[in-house]
């Protein structure tokens, strides 16, 4: 018989008072203003999760289902997830590590990036509580999961964006047919509109009133590094930030299968990398400060660019408690460590990724991260959709006429190998 | 005199008023005095050791004053004062059902 999951969630607690709510459609405390997230019953959880019960499951980010905040079974979203973790010994040769990992989320099913995680979760959370219509501020990925999501789940869809975005992302939101809405500012002005229409509007907002749920689908991610490695916690995990929602979450996701009994010790440091055009927090780390100061975003990596991070003070603390460390990189840096990445493992990643190998690249060379550390870097959205990063950088094709003798001359080569 | 103006979820306790006047040398004056005149304020703003909650932005002049000098930041005649919930709040619970 499946085990019954209607016990694993207790409620929303505030993470700054602790004062504690029903699991309802609810982000902000009304005692303090801060965050809710969801509170566990993980002694109920613990009687019935393992290694083997996990591995017995869907092969999906739903093998993970006790630990994630639905309280049916999953309605969308159901291939999530389960995403390459790839043995990356050429950019481990090139960077100076002799174990080095990529987990590779620009092939996450259906539209490439580590946003199907979350919002398999929340939409099927929003279906839960009765909502029909769904919506999310983005800097695009979101906004692409979201819409297909919604397609497939026949639930109305209201998608809003920065003006600015990369045509790969808009397109990749127009062809599902929701309703997108194009904001004239960038992603904090778009964050503080949905805000407001949140508070009008009887929708399923996925990162704003359903937040507390949505987030949760990121620590997948985690749970997925460590059964990949083998039922072992990375030394070092590289994690790019934007709203440094995700850095929290892969650091409460490791403690969560410690505290299970899933993982035998936890010495993972998680490290936090940013687009110096838009680093409000690994600008805080820098100068010992637990509080950040808002950014207006100015960098080609889009994706990342919240100036004012809703979970900045959060993913600075994380960051301490595990002993790891910020940093940022150029708009240069990024294009290289795209082309890196792309040349040494044939992956090609979207411009965050290119955060993340850079800050890899500098973690390395500061002795942050040693040689024989098991190291992870969490590639989480596709290239595909930032052509504009590399266009300049890539070249062209070499143009020919169809013909043998210009082929061999063009390339320099002998007319018989053979 | 300073001027300050007030968030949403903090108007019950000022009679709906979105902005409100108060005779302060500083940042925990002002607070004290908005106290004074709106119990309750202090508490939904201050932690019970008195320091500001930590998703309570405050701003002087359209200047964090994380920045200056916390709750000791001096203020002058005139000075504007923000109080601003750091997660943008507004949505309530819809759902039919938990």
Not at chain 1, 109 to 127: G, N
Not at chain 1, 156 to 162: G, L, S
Not at chain 1, 203 to 213: D, E, K
């Amino acid at each position: 018989m499946a085990p019954t999951t209607t016990d694993k969630i207790k409620g929303l607690i505030c993470r700054e008072c602790g004062k504690t709510y029903p699991p309802v459609s609810l982000h902000v405390c009304d005692m303090c203003f801060g965050p809710l997230e969801v509170q566990y019953n993980y002694e109920a959880i613990k009687s019935r999760i393992s290694r083997k019960t996990i591995e017995a499951g869907p092969k999906s980010l739903w093998r993970y289902i006790d630990l994630l905040p639905i309280q049916g079974e999953p309605t969308v979203g159901l291939y999530a997830g389960l995403t390459p973790l790839i043995r990356a010994k050429n950019l481990g040769d090139e960077l100076g590590l002799d174990k080095l990992y990529i987990k590779n989320d620009t092939v996450n099913h259906p539209t490439l990036s580590f946003k199907d995680r979350v919002v398999s979760v929340a939409l099927t959370r929003a279906l839960e509580l009765g909502y029909d219509t769904v919506a999310c501020a983005s800097t695009g990925n979101l906004a692409n999961s979201v819409a297909a999501h919604a397609a497939a789940a026949k639930m109305q869809c209201y998608v809003f964006i920065p003006h600015d975005l990369e045509a790969s992302k808009v397109l990749g939101n127009l062809v599902y047919r929701p309703n997108v809405v194009e904001v004239e500012g960038n992603y904090d002005d778009v964050n503080r509109l949905c805000s407001e229409i949140a508070g009008e509007r009887k929708w399923a907002f996925v990162n704003v009133n359903i937040r507390p749920y949505y987030a949760e689908g990121s620590k997948t991610l985690a749970y997925e590094v460590v059964e990949q490695l083998g039922w072992i916690a990375p030394d070092q995990i590289v994690i790019p930030m934007a709203s440094g929602s995700l850095l929290t979450k892969i650091w409460k996701g490791l403690n969560e299968f410690h505290k299970l009994g899933l993982i035998d010790g936890l010495t993972t440091k998680v490290h936090g990398a940013q687009a110096e055009g838009c680093s409000p927090i690994s600008a805080a780390y820098k100068q010992g400060r637990d509080f950040f100061k808002p950014v207006k975003p100015n960098t080609i990596a889009k994706s990342l660019a919240i100036g004012n991070p809703a979970d900045g003070y959060y993913a600075l603390k994380a960051t301490a408690e595990s002993g790891g460390a910020m940093d940022s990189v150029t708009d240069e840096e990024i294009v290289e460590g795209m082309m890196l990445l792309a040349q040494t493992e044939g992956v090609f990643a979207e411009t965050a990724g290119g955060v993340t190998i850079g800050v890899l690249k500098k973690l390395v060379k500061q002795g942050v991260i040693k040689r024989t550390d098991t190291t992870v870097a969490l590639i989480t959205g596709n290239g595909l959709k930032t052509q504009e990063a590399v266009m300049h950088a890539v070249g062209r094709p070499t143009r020919i006429s169809p013909s043998l003798a210009q082929f061999l001359k063009t390339f320099n080569l002998d007319k018989h190998e053979r | 005199m300073v001027k300050v103006r007030i968030p949403t979820p903090l108007r019950p306790l000022t009679g709906g008023k979105n902005e409100v006047e108060a005779t302060a040398s500083d940042i925990q004056s002002m607070i004290e005095s908005l106290n004074g005149q709106f119990p309750g304020l202090k508490d939904r703003v201050c932690d019970d050791k008195g320091e500001i909650r930590r998703f309570v932005n405050i701003y002087l002049n359209e200047e964090d004053i994380r920045f200056l000098q916390g709750k000791d930041t001096p203020l002058k005649d005139g000075d504007e004062i923000s109080i601003v919930p750091a997660i943008a709040g507004g949505a309530h619970p819809h759902e039919r059902s938990a």
